[in-house]
Protein backbone atom coordinates (compact mmCIF):
# COMPACT_ATOMS: atom_id res chain seq x y z
CA UNK A 1 0.00 0.00 0.00
CA UNK A 2 1.28 3.81 -0.98
CA UNK A 3 -0.05 6.68 -0.03
CA UNK A 4 0.73 9.74 -1.31
CA UNK A 5 0.14 13.55 -0.30
CA UNK A 6 0.79 16.59 -2.63
CA UNK A 7 1.54 20.05 -1.25
CA UNK A 8 2.56 22.97 -3.20
CA UNK A 9 0.05 24.07 -5.69
CA UNK A 10 -1.78 28.22 -6.06
CA UNK A 11 -1.99 30.89 -8.09
CA UNK A 12 0.95 32.56 -10.23
CA UNK A 13 0.77 34.99 -12.95
CA UNK A 14 1.83 33.83 -16.24
CA UNK A 15 5.69 33.42 -17.23
CA UNK A 16 5.90 32.45 -13.61
CA UNK A 17 7.04 29.37 -11.31
CA UNK A 18 5.44 27.11 -8.74
CA UNK A 19 6.88 23.72 -7.22
CA UNK A 20 5.16 20.70 -6.11
CA UNK A 21 6.20 18.10 -3.76
CA UNK A 22 4.74 14.75 -3.36
CA UNK A 23 5.52 12.60 -0.63
CA UNK A 24 4.96 8.81 -0.62
CA UNK A 25 4.62 5.88 2.10
CA UNK A 26 5.40 2.87 1.79
CA UNK A 27 8.95 1.04 2.06
CA UNK A 28 9.43 0.11 -1.29
CA UNK A 29 9.35 3.60 -3.12
CA UNK A 30 12.03 2.16 -5.52
CA UNK A 31 9.69 -0.26 -7.14
CA UNK A 32 7.56 2.22 -8.09
CA UNK A 33 7.61 4.93 -11.13
CA UNK A 34 5.99 7.82 -10.04
CA UNK A 35 4.41 10.38 -12.45
CA UNK A 36 2.62 13.86 -12.55
CA UNK A 37 -0.53 13.77 -14.29
CA UNK A 38 -3.15 17.15 -14.39
CA UNK A 39 -6.46 17.67 -15.65
CA UNK A 40 -7.54 20.97 -17.35
CA UNK A 41 -11.04 22.42 -16.39
CA UNK A 42 -13.70 20.43 -18.64
CA UNK A 43 -11.19 18.23 -19.98
CA UNK A 44 -10.02 14.80 -19.66
CA UNK A 45 -7.06 13.57 -17.16
CA UNK A 46 -3.08 13.99 -19.26
CA UNK A 47 0.18 12.97 -18.57
CA UNK A 48 2.83 15.18 -17.87
CA UNK A 49 5.80 13.52 -16.92
CA UNK A 50 7.31 10.37 -15.19
CA UNK A 51 10.33 8.65 -13.79
CA UNK A 52 11.72 6.10 -12.18
CA UNK A 53 14.01 5.11 -9.26
CA UNK A 54 17.05 7.28 -9.23
CA UNK A 55 15.82 9.23 -12.03
CA UNK A 56 17.05 6.99 -14.11
CA UNK A 57 14.38 7.13 -17.09
CA UNK A 58 12.21 10.19 -17.95
CA UNK A 59 9.71 10.72 -20.10
CA UNK A 60 7.77 14.46 -20.39
CA UNK A 61 4.88 15.57 -21.81
CA UNK A 62 5.80 17.71 -25.35
CA UNK A 63 3.44 20.24 -24.07
CA UNK A 64 5.87 21.15 -21.20
CA UNK A 65 8.97 20.13 -22.07
CA UNK A 66 11.98 22.56 -21.22
CA UNK A 67 9.44 24.03 -18.78
CA UNK A 68 8.82 21.35 -16.28
CA UNK A 69 11.29 19.12 -14.18
CA UNK A 70 10.23 16.10 -11.93
CA UNK A 71 12.88 15.14 -9.75
CA UNK A 72 12.55 12.46 -6.81
CA UNK A 73 14.53 12.08 -4.02
CA UNK A 74 14.60 8.20 -2.69
CA UNK A 75 15.99 8.40 0.62
CA UNK A 76 13.15 11.08 1.14
CA UNK A 77 10.31 8.77 -0.59
CA UNK A 78 9.18 12.19 -2.16
CA UNK A 79 8.80 13.55 -5.61
CA UNK A 80 8.91 16.98 -7.31
CA UNK A 81 7.77 18.96 -10.14
CA UNK A 82 9.32 22.23 -10.84
CA UNK A 83 6.91 24.13 -13.42
CA UNK A 84 9.12 26.68 -14.68
CA UNK A 85 7.75 29.24 -17.83
CA UNK A 86 3.88 28.86 -16.51
CA UNK A 87 1.42 29.51 -19.33
CA UNK A 88 -2.52 30.16 -18.88
CA UNK A 89 -3.26 26.68 -20.38
CA UNK A 90 -1.11 24.85 -17.95
CA UNK A 91 -4.01 25.36 -15.56
CA UNK A 92 -5.31 22.09 -13.72
CA UNK A 93 -5.48 19.76 -10.92
CA UNK A 94 -2.34 18.04 -10.73
CA UNK A 95 -2.11 14.71 -10.03
CA UNK A 96 1.13 12.62 -8.32
CA UNK A 97 0.95 9.35 -8.89
CA UNK A 98 2.54 5.89 -8.22
CA UNK A 99 2.88 3.00 -10.44
CA UNK A 100 4.41 -0.37 -9.59
CA UNK A 101 7.38 -1.37 -12.41
CA UNK A 102 9.46 -3.66 -9.75
CA UNK A 103 13.14 -3.48 -9.51
CA UNK A 104 14.32 -3.85 -12.97
CA UNK A 105 16.21 -0.85 -13.26
CA UNK A 106 15.71 -0.46 -17.21
CA UNK A 107 12.13 -0.51 -16.91
CA UNK A 108 10.26 2.25 -18.64
CA UNK A 109 7.73 4.56 -16.52
CA UNK A 110 4.29 4.37 -17.72
CA UNK A 111 2.93 7.26 -19.73
CA UNK A 112 -0.74 6.24 -19.25
CA UNK A 113 -3.27 6.67 -15.81
CA UNK A 114 -4.22 3.42 -16.24
CA UNK A 115 -0.90 1.94 -15.09
CA UNK A 116 -0.60 3.70 -11.99
CA UNK A 117 -2.07 2.35 -9.06
CA UNK A 118 -1.83 4.93 -6.88
CA UNK A 119 -2.95 8.41 -6.52
CA UNK A 120 -3.01 11.30 -4.52
CA UNK A 121 -5.43 13.65 -4.01
CA UNK A 122 -4.48 16.54 -5.91
CA UNK A 123 -3.70 20.30 -6.01
CA UNK A 124 -5.36 23.21 -7.92
CA UNK A 125 -2.45 24.98 -10.31
CA UNK A 126 -3.79 28.30 -11.67
CA UNK A 127 -1.77 30.50 -14.00
CA UNK A 128 -3.76 33.81 -14.38
CA UNK A 129 -2.45 35.69 -17.59
Known amino acids: QVQLVESGGGLVQAGGSLSLSCAASGRTFRTYAMGWFRQPPGKEREFVTATTWSNFITYTADSVKGRFIISRDDARNTVYLQMNSLKPEDTAVYYC??????????????????????WGQGTQVTVSS
Open 97 to 118: AAGYIGSDSLAAPPRNSYEYNY
